[in-house]
């Protein structure tokens, strides 16, 4: 297994990776490495090129300029080596239409080459999964359901999910988490893509935001938070302060009646300050949500990209 | 400025755009898909018509020796059954209603069949028609509109026949009149409509777009055997009646036009119309014969990439196979009679030519070797055919993703493209074998002097041009994929037209090189040239290792 200089192991490593369709940026010099055992969740808006990174991983596509490496193999140049250790839920479940829930399911396990079948015969059971059927007849759930299932019974070191989650239910959605951790305990690595915020703040033990092709940002939650504005929400008696518009590192400020909210970055003892002057009533700050950070990146990178506008 | 701010005062409700008649926008939306593969067809036929025209003066030398080879023709069982009833074969009118009908109502017919399986229940497997049905129409309604669509595709295939036949009349050589011009090109799309008609009703009858065509294509194979037969055996002449084709054939438009025979194929289309209209107020993605939701969990064949190419492809490969033998039984059942009609006029062996190019530059053709050549060329083309068929099933397989599911898994892009052209290599060698021996066993029953060893042969060697097409097709989809169908069958169509195109007018030979059709021998006619097998071999391995090389370096890529 690949070690980095700190001896870790490392499930995924990409440098520089790069694609273009043509003159559009798939991907853009993603470099970017995942840990042996890590949950790593891997978020953007649609078209930022998580599904891109996802296909050159499995070397569906190849890339533009870069490398990327799992498990110290190149995904290019040993390929079957790579899907030996891997296993990957797509998003959108292409399957045969005329065969049933079983025979996809050993189908695809005859083609990995390795499954785990009580783990099998347990994960139907978890997912309350009727093999009987067929394909055509099941709702796209089910269908989901099916590459879940031969993925997480592979038992492979890295598991890739891209959108594993659409089309299921909230029982489900659960029954994926508790998978997922247990893949995690197990020592497995995970890639997940999502955009169900509230999945990745629950399963991931880091996060990767993409967008329009370029790594916006990475770290753990608590990284990101930590870099990120809190949240600050007060009431008071009379009208807020207008003062606060004016504090260095206030940001959003936004005032309904008596109420104010607003974000702060940095040290927060000159808002503090123009806060208790006007004697609030209550007062709350917080961390910000995984959903905070995302919009709060994003809303970053457009003040960004319209200042080198009009610059 | 006025405008906007009329606009911003606007209601929600007056700001919207309105469409017109949106009940009718999907039946607009399918009628321009489809005009244009209509019009194509048509301009196909047009030509084909065109070349007919030409065709009949190149016969004989003379008028008179053309007479002669004509009327010894007008009795052989064999090109009855092949292309039609020979009435009148002497009179240009007559042989064009025999040789163009007899070629153009088989293609307008699969082509009906074809389109009409696609559009109807081709899109609700492919969960479009939840789309369309969540709009302002209904089943029915949609239904219809499909069938306005095919309608209009019929309408522009009409045009364009009939405008090429007229054309082709208003040569002083060959004077067909407008009038008649126009009622051959409803005899050309009669075949299309009810074919599609046939479609229509088997995508409300069966639940997969595959089934439906497997039906209508089981109707069409059905009325070509009873018109073939009822051609050949004048004790089961009424055969020909109780087939849709033998309609088409009774219209006769450029010698005794029969209009009556309009009134069963009208019934015919209007009934299937109906019926369509009728079934489809049912349960979206239902059918009349409801498929089983469950299944036994039979593993079988589901080991190894290759066999699960040959687990869902084992219905197709078993229909092409039975159609081959039915051909080959059929014909080779009157390879004696027609043999021995070849075999006393030395002027007849000739007429093979007027046929197709190939048939035409090939020498000492004669008896009933003849004939099994003009057969085992029309093998070699269906078999391209089922290659061209089988190339497009391989690219839709990674165009719709099923072939993510492997390739992510340990199975190499290698492995997978070689297991799927291998098993075509073996489906191609297999159709070959099985047309010769089908044939031979048939012509050994009627002690035709056919001996099994050289039918086996000219299988063999009729399966070339598939062989080469297959490589070809590899080739293509490595380089260009989403092209991939479009080069088989453009190569297959070019081929065909240039083979009738260059039996009449005089086509450069490097355009006839083109032709995978050309080099090939006519065999059994002639004794099988292996050499050319073997570069026809050569070339398509080459270019299949070419293309292999290239599919495993390039990116998967979608529809």
């Not at chain 1, 390929?79 to 065969?99: C, D, F, I, N, Q």
């Not at chain 2, 701010?5 to 309105?18: D, K, L, Y």
């Not at chain 2, 007229?166 to 409509?193: K, L, N």
Request: charged content about 15%; hydrophobic content about 50%; aromatic content about 6%.
């Amino acid at each position: 297994m690949d070690t980095d200089g700190r001896g870790t192991h490392v499930a995924v490593r990409t440098e520089h990776l790069t694609k273009h369709y043509g003159a559009v940026v798939g991907l853009e010099d993603l470099s970017l490495e995942v840990n042996a055992g890590e949950v790593i969740g891997y978020l953007g808006p649609n078209g930022a090129g998580k599904t891109t990174t996802i296909r050159l991983l499995l070397g569906l596509i190849k890339p533009t300029a870069g490398r990327a490496e799992i498990f110290g193999m190149d995904v290019q140049r040993a390929k079957m080596a790579v899907h030996a250790r891997v296993a990957y839920v797509p998003g959108e479940a292409t399957l045969w239409p005329s065969l049933t829930g079983a025979q996809t399911l050993h189908l695809l396990a005859a083609m990995h080459g390795e499954a785990d079948l009580a783990y099998r015969d347990l994960l139907i059971k978890r997912f309350d999964f009727d093999t009987s059927r067929k394909v055509r007849s099941y709702s796209k759930g089910n269908r989901q359901k099916i590459n879940l299932i031969a993925a997480l019974a592979t038992r492979a070191d890295l598991l890739i999910f891209d959108e594993p989650t659409a089309g299921l239910d909230p029982l489900m959605e659960q029954a994926f988490r508790e998978s997922v951790l247990e893949a995690r305990d197990n020592g497995q690595t995970v890639f997940l893509s999502s955009h169900v915020l509230s999945e990745a703040e629950a399963l991931c033990d880091r996060i990767a935001i993409v967008r329009a092709g370029r790594l916006a940002e990475i770290g753990t939650l608590a990284q990101m938070r930590h870099l990120s504005a809190v949240t600050v929400e007060a009431s008071f008696p009379a009208a807020p302060p207008a003062a606060v518009d004016r504090v260095p590192g206030v940001s959003a400020v936004q005032v309904a009646g008596h109420h104010l909210t607003c974000q702060v970055r940095g040290p927060i003892d000159g808002l503090l300050t123009v806060l208790a002057a006007a004697r609030p009533e209550t007062l709350l700050s917080r961390e910000p949500s995984l959903e905070e950070l995302f919009l709060s990146i994003y809303g970053e990178q457009e003040r960004r990209n319209d200042g080198a506008r009009r610059g | 400025m006025a405008s906007t701010t009329a606009a911003a005062g606007a209601t929600i409700s007056e700001r919207r755009t309105r469409y017109a008649r949106p009940q009718l926008a999907f039946a607009r939306f399918t009628g321009l898909r489809m005009v244009r593969t209509g019009a194509l067809w048509g301009l196909v036929f047009g030509i084909y018509v065109y070349d007919n025209a030409f065709a009949f003066h190149t016969i004989a030398p003379t008028a008179a020796q053309r007479d002669r080879l004509l009327s010894t023709m007008a009795g052989n069982a064999g090109l009855k059954a092949l292309l039609g009833d020979t009435r009148q074969i002497t009179t240009l009118g007559g042989f064009t209603d025999w040789r163009a009908i007899g070629i153009t109502a088989l293609v307008a017919s699969v082509w009906g069949l074809l389109a009409a399986t696609k559009a109807l229940r081709g899109e609700e497997a492919a969960g479009r028609w939840e789309l369309v049905l969540s709009g302002r129409t209904t089943q029915r309604r949609a239904a219809a509109g499909v069938l306005a669509g095919l309608g209009a595709a019929l309408l522009a295939m009409y045009l364009l026949t009939a405008l090429l036949t007229v054309a082709a009349g208003a040569r002083p050589s060959v004077r067909i009149g407008p009038g008649q011009g126009m009622f051959f090109a409803v005899a050309v799309v009669a075949a299309a409509a009810m074919f599609a008609g046939v479609g229509a009703v088997a995508s409300e009858v069966m639940p997969t777009r595959s089934r439906a065509a497997g039906l209508s294509g089981a109707v069409f194979g059905a009325a070509f055997m009873l018109r073939a037969l009822g051609d050949a055996t004048s004790s089961a002449h009424w055969l020909v009646y109780a087939s849709p084709l033998g309609w088409v054939e009774q219209l006769r438009p450029l010698t005794a036009a029969q209009p009556l025979w309009l009134l069963p194929i009208a019934g015919l289309v209007a009934a299937c119309g109906l019926a369509t209209v009728l079934l489809a107020e049912r349960d979206l993605g239902a059918s009349l014969l409801a498929d089983s939701g469950t299944a036994e969990p039979h593993t079988a064949m589901l080991g190894s990439p290759v066999l699960f190419a040959l687990r869902m492809s084992r219905a197709v490969t078993a229909t092409w196979l039975a159609a081959v033998v039915a051909a080959g039984l059929l014909y080779g059942s009157l390879a004696r009679s027609t043999g021995q009609a070849f075999a006393s006029s030395g002027s007849l062996r000739r007429f093979t030519g007027t046929l197709t190019h190939v048939a035409q530059r090939q020498v000492e053709l004669a008896g009933t070797r003849a004939f099994a050549g003009i057969i085992f060329l029309i093998l070699m083309t269906l078999i391209m055919a089922y290659v061209a068929s089988a190339m497009g099933r391989v690219r839709e397989d990674e165009a719709e993703g099923y072939l993510d599911n492997l390739v992510v898994r340990r199975v190499s892009r290698q492995r997978w493209l070689a297991g799927r052209a291998g098993l075509i290599l073996a489906v191609l060698a297999a159709l070959g074998v099985a047309g010769g021996m089908s044939f031979w066993a048939a012509a050994a029953s009627q002690h035709a002097g056919l001996t099994a060893r050289e039918l086996l042969l000219a299988g063999v060697n009729a399966a070339a041009p598939a062989a080469l097409l297959l490589g070809i097709g590899v080739l293509a989809l490595g380089f260009v994929p989403r092209l991939t169908a479009l080069v088989c069958w453009g190569l297959l169509a070019w081929a065909f037209l240039l083979d009738m195109l260059g039996s009449a007018i005089k086509v450069n030979h490097w355009v006839m090189d083109t032709s995978l059709l050309y080099h090939p021998s006519l065999a059994p006619a002639v004794n099988p040239d292996w050499r050319i097998v073997g570069i026809y071999l050569a070339i398509g391995c080459a270019a299949a290792l070419l293309g292999g090389w290239r599919f495993t370096g390039r990116d998967l890529q979608g529809a």
